[in-house]
């Protein structure tokens, strides 16, 4: 059976904002790991992109052969092998993370999955490392826009236990878990890129 190369045309859309802003929270070198990197489009965009960067995707492992044909296609030497992730699995496949970009998964997982996330990223994460979660957020319970409503009862309907996130409930999973918010930056189409940095 011939696997198709994924493609997500939210991806294309947001990947240039979305390099706009990391790669100046991104601008010295390090390993970023991508968690939930989907068809692996960002990956390779932003590898391509930012050279000094070596670029850690991740995700569940259905996902894994998609990422693996982008990767393949896009031959980038600073562009590592997709390794299997779930954020529920208690051992992941480091000893340290130093930088962390997630982009449109925290609304498509399960409030209890977004707690994990948040758990093990309090013990992985090194001494001042990074913290870019791209995607729509409410805030003060309150949706947005009105696209963002609609775009929550769809995945509601779709998996009735995911949902967009409310910003204070992740401010406070990630203060619990030693972050601190660097910056909220209001990007295209109704979405947030939230800047977090591990407290000294």
């Known amino acids: 059976m011939t696997i198709q190369k994924p493609f997500s045309q939210a991806c294309e859309n947001n990947k240039a904002p979305i390099l706009d802003t990391i790669k100046e929270v991104f601008s010295r070198p390090t390993t970023v790991w991508e968690i939930g990197s989907g068809t692996g489009q960002h ?3 932003f590898a391509e992109n930012l050279p000094h960067l ?6 569940r492992p259905e996902n894994l052969a998609g990422i693996h044909l982008w990767r393949d296609e ?3 030497p600073n562009l590592l092998p997709p390794l299997s992730l779930d954020v529920a699995d208690l051992l992941w ?4 993370i130093d930088a962390v970009f997630a982009a449109n998964t925290l609304h498509i997982m399960s409030s209890e ?3 994990l996330l948040f758990e093990r990223l309090a013990v992985y994460l090194a001494a001042d490392a990074t913290v870019c979660i ?3 957020f409410n805030y003060a319970g309150a949706y947005t826009s009105e696209s963002n409503a609609r775009f929550d009862l769809w995945l509601k309907e779709r998996d009735v236990m995911s949902g967009i996130k409310d910003f204070e409930e992740i401010m406070c999973l990630a203060e619990n878990g030693g972050l601190e918010l660097e910056a909220d930056n209001a990007m295209p189409a109704n979405n947030r890129l939230l800047v977090l940095r591990k407290k000294a």
């Open 134 to 136: 791209y995607g729509p």
């Open 74 to 76: 896009a031959q980038l």
């Open 43 to 45: 990956a390779c965009h």
């Open 113 to 115: 999955e977004v707690n």
């Open 54 to 59: 070596a670029w850690q995707p991740s995700d």
């Open 93 to 96: 496949p480091c000893e340290r």
